[in-house]
């Protein structure tokens, strides 16, 4: 995955509609007023919270981080890297304290990406990287330095502490992972 640096901010929320639309089974172009779709407006957020960052703006993105977490129950590290074509089905009570996401990733409710134990000051090795592809299904908690290859898939209320190659399903509790 390339670091999103790079790609603006209108070409990150035509990627996560795009994909959203594809799993949805339809094809509608991005127009302003679907920034307030239910299953859009949290991407929009998260989008503003880290593009505001990236730019220097501390304070409005630790402002709209307040509003995306008493609005969805999303905590959201800010200095996660995540990818185009995120996509959170069902956005409620998800952390995402990664260091990294992929290109569409699909993240489902109840899900915890984050460091194994209290990392106030943010140290990345110490927190998940998703690749490209990755879908992590409800409840599961992904914890630690550990990395989930290419278009592998976490099962629902699965605990992964351990690197997961890519194309695999990791399932249980702790996880181990078989062949997709």
């Given at each position: 995955m390339t670091s999103n640096h790079r790609i603006n901010l209108r070409t990150l929320l035509q990627a996560d509609w795009q994909h959203l639309q594809l799993l949805g089974g339809t094809q509608r172009s991005l127009k302003p007023w679907h920034y307030m779709h239910p299953r859009f407006c949290h991407i929009l957020l998260i989008r503003l919270v880290l593009t505001s960052r990236k730019s220097g703006w501390k304070?409005?993105?630790?402002?709209?981080?307040?509003?995306?977490?008493?609005?969805?129950?999303?905590?959201?590290?800010?200095?996660?890297?995540?990818?185009?074509?995120?996509?959170?089905?069902?956005?409620?009570?998800?952390?995402?304290?990664?260091?990294?996401?992929?290109?569409?990733?699909?993240?489902?409710?109840?899900?915890?990406?984050?460091?194994?134990?209290?990392?106030?000051?943010?140290?990345?090795?110490?927190?998940?990287?998703?690749?490209?592809?990755?879908?992590?299904?409800?409840?599961?908690?992904?914890?630690?330095?550990?990395?989930?290859?290419?278009a592998s898939t976490v099962a629902a209320n699965s605990l992964v502490t351990r690197d997961v190659a890519e194309s695999m399903l990791s399932i249980g509790v702790p996880a181990q992972s078989k062949p997709l």
């Amino acid at each position: 995955m390339t670091s999103n640096h790079r790609i603006n901010l209108r070409t990150l929320l035509q990627a996560d509609w795009q994909h959203l639309q594809l799993l949805g089974g339809t094809q509608r172009s991005l127009k302003p007023w679907h920034y307030m779709h239910p299953r859009f407006c949290h991407i929009l957020l998260i989008r503003l919270v880290l593009t505001s960052r990236k730019s220097g703006w501390k304070l409005l993105s630790k402002m709209i981080s307040i509003v995306l977490y008493f609005g969805y129950r999303i905590e959201l590290n800010t200095h996660v890297d995540i990818g185009p074509g995120l996509v959170l089905p069902h956005p409620m009570g998800i952390v995402i304290g990664a260091s990294r996401i992929g290109a569409r990733a699909v993240i489902f409710q109840n899900v915890t990406l984050g460091a194994k134990s209290l990392d106030v000051g943010y140290d990345p090795t110490r927190r998940p990287q998703l690749g490209d592809d990755v879908t992590v299904g409800s409840g599961a908690v992904v914890v630690g330095g550990v990395r989930i290859g290419n278009a592998s898939t976490v099962a629902a209320n699965s605990l992964v502490t351990r690197d997961v190659a890519e194309s695999m399903l990791s399932i249980g509790v702790p996880a181990q992972s078989k062949p997709l």
